[in-house]
C-alpha cells in the first residue's frame, strides 16, 4: 500500500516542469515576505497580495493541465512564467517600499572598495560624451527585446524544447534576484544621487530611459541587477542553441551591462553581482541534463503490478 501512494505522489510530481517547481519555491518566499511585512505598518494591499500569490500557486497546479490541451494551452503552460514577471516586479516594489537606503551605504562601500569610487555617479559626469550616452541608453532601452525576444526567436524557429530550458534558465534568474530585493533591498544610485543633468543626460534615449523607470520602476530592486542578469542569460542561451541570433543580441546585451552603470541606473556592483548570477545561471544549465517525461503508462503499470 505503501508502495502505491509512493507511486501516485511520484505520478502527480512528474506531470509538472521544473519550471513549475521554481515557480512554487519562489512564491513561498515571496508569500514569506508578505507575512514578514504585515509586522509593519504603511505597507499597502498586503491582504490582496497574499492572495494574488494564492492565485498564482493554483495557476501552477493549473500549468500541467494547460499542456495537455493542445497547442494553446502548451504555450501558455510554458511561458507564464515569462508573463508573470512584470507582475512579480511591482510586487518586490510594494513589499520594499518602506525599506528606504537601509541596505545602500552597504552597497556603496562595496562600490568603493570594488571600483575604487562611486563609478555609478562619476561616470556620466566625468565622461558625458553624447554618442556613447546615446548608444548605451538606446541598448539600456532594448532590455525588453533581449530578455523576449530569446525564447521567442528560439520558439518560432522550431527549437521548442531549448526555448523551454531557456524560459526557466530565465525564470530561476529572476527568482534568485527577486528573493535577494525582498529580503536584501537596495534602491540603487537613481534615488540615492542627484540626476545627472548634462548634455549626455539629455539625448533622447536617456530622457526615454528616465520616463520608463518613472512609470514602471520598482524600489529595492537594484542589487543584483536583473536587468544584466537576465539579459546576459537570455543571450548567452541564444548563443548556445542558436547562434546567430545570440550574436544578434550580443552587443545589445554588452551595451546593457555597461548603460545601466553609465545611466546611473545601478551600483557598479549590482552589475557585477547580475554578470555573477547570470554566470552561475549558464554554468548550472550546461551541466544540467535535459529532463525527459516519463510516458504516463508506466506509472500505471507500477501501480498495477504493485496491487
Known amino acids: 500500500m505503501a508502495f502505491v501512494e509512493t507511486g501516485r505522489l511520484r505520478g502527480q510530481l512528474a506531470q509538472y516542469e521544473p519550471v513549475d517547481l521554481a515557480t512554487i519555491v519562489y512564491v513561498v518566499a515571496a508569500t514569506i ?159 540615492a544621487f542627484d540626476l545627472p543633468s548634462n548634455a549626455a543626460a539629455r539625448v533622447w534615449p536617456a530622457r526615454a530611459a528616465q520616463w520608463v523607470l518613472d512609470m514602471g520602476d520598482s524600489w529595492g530592486a537594484a542589487f543584483p541587477s536583473s536587468h544584466v542578469a537576465g539579459a546576459v542569460v537570455a543571450t548567452g542561451m541564444a548563443v548556445r542553441y542558436w547562434r546567430p541570433l545570440g550574436l544578434a543580441l550580443l552587443p545589445v546585451t554588452a551595451g546593457l551591462v555597461l548603460g545601466v552603470v553609465y545611466g546611473q541606473f545601478h551600483y557598479g556592483v549590482d552589475a557585477l553581482s547580475g554578470l555573477v548570477v547570470a554566470g552561475l545561471i549558464l554554468v548550472v544549465t550546461e551541466w544540467l541534463p535535459e529532463r525527459r517525461p516519463q510516458p504516463a503508462v508506466s506509472v500505471v503499470g507500477a501501480l498495477e503490478v504493485s496491487r
Request: hydrophobic letters at 50%; proline letters at 6%.
Open 33 to 191: 515576505a508578505v507575512l514578514l511585512s504585515l509586522r509593519s505598518d504603511g505597507v499597502p494591499g498586503e491582504w490582496w497580495l497574499l492572495l494574488a500569490n494564492a492565485l498564482l500557486l493554483v495557476l501552477v497546479a493549473l500549468a500541467p493541465r494547460a499542456r495537455s490541451r493542445g497547442p494553446v494551452g502548451r504555450t501558455l503552460g510554458d511561458w507564464y512564467p515569462m508573463l508573470l514577471l512584470p507582475a512579480l516586479y511591482a510586487e518586490v516594489g510594494i513589499l520594499t517600499l518602506n525599506a528606504g537606503f537601509q541596505n545602500d551605504w552597504t552597497v556603496q562601500r562595496l562600490e568603493t572598495w570594488v571600483f575604487g569610487s562611486e563609478v555609478s555617479y562619476r561616470w556620466i559626469r566625468e565622461m558625458p560624451n553624447v554618442r556613447l550616452s546615446w548608444i548605451l541608453h538606446a541598448c539600456y532601452l532594448m532590455y525588453v527585446v533581449i530578455l523576449y525576444g530569446s525564447p521567442f526567436g528560439l520558439w518560432v524557429s522550431g527549437r521548442r524544447d531549448q526555448a523551454r530550458r531557456t524560459i526557466l534558465a530565465l525564470a530561476v534568474t529572476f527568482f534568485l534576484c527577486y528573493m535577494v530585493f525582498l529580503f536584501f533591498p537596495v534602491a540603487g544610485p537613481r534615488y
